[in-house]
């Protein structure tokens, strides 16, 4: 599978970029793992937007849903931008604990919010998603996706979690969060720091990391220096605009 960082700034778009959106596909099949501030115009940087499948959403914080209006609309234009006749819905896959969270991902008929929760794995085009909840003020699911060859683990949002970590073991890429620098404390607000995010990756033994959901201040690569001393054996990077790798 490919993915690609399609936005990675945490809480609000930095200039020219976006919030949380990543771009994963397999064989032809796209699927938009979040859909933040931005999404939507960075989106069409690494792909036509009429060529999406599908797309998956951790939560309803605005950073992470804030261009599914943006979406609806493009959805609602493809009949007269396309040649195609026959559109099928297109589906917003969400978590129904916040319902008026759940229905705003539909829109007329041509988006439909489909359900998923933590209790049964889903099948979405090549992709089995197996969701876990996480530390997070509101209900907010992270995800283990594997296409039978390789796994990428993306914990959304979420403070610190030892069994959040199990979850992701032997992962071959993990996504996590990192909205703050070692020493600064993001338990209360649901978030990781740099040092917790390692310490996630080193439990999880996973063969890289890749930071995001990034701070509006610092140096991002402080981030990655103080995460890789938590775990040696784990590639670290920290997340760009249109980063990309096939695992
Ligand atoms: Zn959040
Ligand atoms: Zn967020």
């Known amino acids: 599978m490919k993915i690609t960082v399609v936005g990675f700034w945490h809480a609000f778009p930095g200039k020219g970029e976006a919030a949380s959106g990543y771009l994963l596909e397999k064989n032809g099949f796209r699927v938009l793992i979040d859909c933040g501030s931005g999404v939507i115009s960075q989106l069409q940087h690494y792909c036509d937007l009429s060529t999406l499948d599908a797309a998956v959403i951790s939560h309803y914080h605005n950073d992470h849903i804030g261009d599914i209006g943006a979406l609806h609309y493009h959805r609602l234009l493809l009949p007269y931008l396309s040649e195609q006749k026959e559109i099928r819905p297109f589906p917003i896959y969400g978590h129904k604990e916040d319902r008026e969270g759940f229905q705003r991902l539909s829109y007329k008929d041509v988006v439909q919010a489909v359900t998923y929760n933590d209790q049964a794995p889903l099948s979405i085009g090549p992709f089995t998603f197996t969701f876990y909840r996480t530390t997070h003020p509101v209900p907010c699911f992270a995800m283990n996706i594997t296409d039978q060859l390789s796994t990428l683990f993306y914990t959304a949002d979420t403070g610190f979690s030892e069994q959040l970590a199990t979850a992701a073991q032997e992962a071959d890429l993990i996504i996590s969060e990192c909205s703050l620098y070692k020493g ?43 995460a890789k001393v938590e775990c040696p054996h784990t590639t670290v990077e920290h997340a760009v605009s249109g980063w990309t790798k096939i695992i």
């Open 184 to 226: 600064q404390d993001g338990t209360k607000a649901g978030h990781m720091n740099s040092e917790e995010a390692g310490r996630f990756a080193n439990i999880a033994n996973a063969r890289s990391l890749l930071l995001s959901h990034l701070p509006h201040f610092g140096e991002h690569r402080r981030l990655v220096e103080e």
